[in-house]
């Protein structure tokens, strides 16, 4: 059973920074890409972020991306946060065929 399990959300002031991680179960880590999504209320879930089997990274201003194969583990570190950037983030493991998705963490940037 695959299992995605995102931590590290929680409250944060403005300009403040924070790491999240995706914890992968059941899968063959290397094998997916992996990604970060927001979502904040009343608005589409958005990518943020993109890391390849390889380890080519994507992501917007102020974000970055990165994996730990051999801890099954993708990581999220956000800086110079802001009040926009407050939402529930969700990991996914992607593939050409299949994407998994974890049960989100949410962020909250607030002074």
């Known amino acids: 059973q695959v299992q995605l399990v995102e931590s590290g959300g929680g409250w944060v002031q403005p300009g403040g920074s924070l790491t999240l991680s995706c914890a992968a179960s059941g899968l063959t880590f290397t094998s997916y890409v992996m990604k970060w999504y927001r979502q904040a209320p009343g608005k589409e879930r958005e990518l943020v972020a993109s890391?390849?089997?390889g380890g080519t990274a994507n992501s917007v201003p102020r974000f970055f991306i990165s994996r730990d194969n051999a801890r099954n583990s993708a990581y999220l570190l956000m800086n110079s946060l802001k009040s926009e950037d407050t939402a529930k983030y969700y990991c996914?493991?992607?593939?050409?065929?299949?994407?998994?998705w974890g049960q989100g963490t949410q962020v909250t940037v607030s002074s």
């Open positions: 996914s493991a992607e593939t050409e065929i299949i994407k998994y």
């Open positions: 890391i390849s089997t």
